[in-house]
């Protein structure tokens, strides 16, 4: 099964950026520095808002 990529709003900033659906660190927002995803060894423990799938 691929993997792809999802789109998350930050919810302290509004931010929207693309994060990949399995990460491997924790992403965080490049506006404010927010911690948007963690990594949990399969799919991400989202922190931020997501608004579905990356096209």
């Known amino acids: 099964m691929a993997s792809r990529f999802i789109v998350l709003k930050c919810e302290k900033c ?6 990949f659906e399995k990460p491997a660190t ?3 927002c490049l506006v404010c520095n927010e911690v948007l995803a963690e990594p949990t060894g399969g799919k991400a423990l989202v922190r931020g ?3 579905g799938d990356a096209r």
């Open 49 to 51: 808002k997501s608004l």
């Open 26 to 28: 924790v992403v965080r």
């Open 14 to 19: 509004k931010n929207e950026q693309n994060v």
